[in-house]
């Protein structure tokens, strides 16, 4: 099994997902699509919270680009090859 979250963000918890099969850039487009925003919402987060995201292909794929595009995301510059600084 794996989970998916929405993301730990500073007005509290995302959501989790259970995933079934391999993760793929539609997966991970139709995970924030039915829960990102909704998530922000319930956080009372507003419309231009910081979204941060690592440069694996399934975030870096054209459609989930386009997705970010028409979402009008405030999408945090993430360096390629960068270490992961996160702290969890």
């Not at 989970?3 to 997966?27: C, F, P, S």
């Not at 997705?67 to 360096?79: A, G, I, Q």
Request: charged content about 30%; hydrophobic content about 35%; proline content about 3%.
């Amino acid at each position: 099994m794996v989970v998916e979250g929405t993301g730990r963000l500073a007005a509290g918890t995302g959501r989790l997902v259970r995933i079934e099969g391999k993760m793929n850039g539609g997966k991970y487009r139709e995970i924030l699509d039915e829960n990102l925003l909704q998530c922000a919402k319930d956080l009372r987060l507003g419309r231009r919270f910081p979204f941060q995201q690592d440069n694996k292909p399934k975030h870096t794929a054209k459609t989930m680009q386009d997705w970010l595009w028409d979402k009008s995301l405030n999408v945090l510059e993430w360096p390629s090859r960068s270490l992961d600084l996160n702290q969890i």
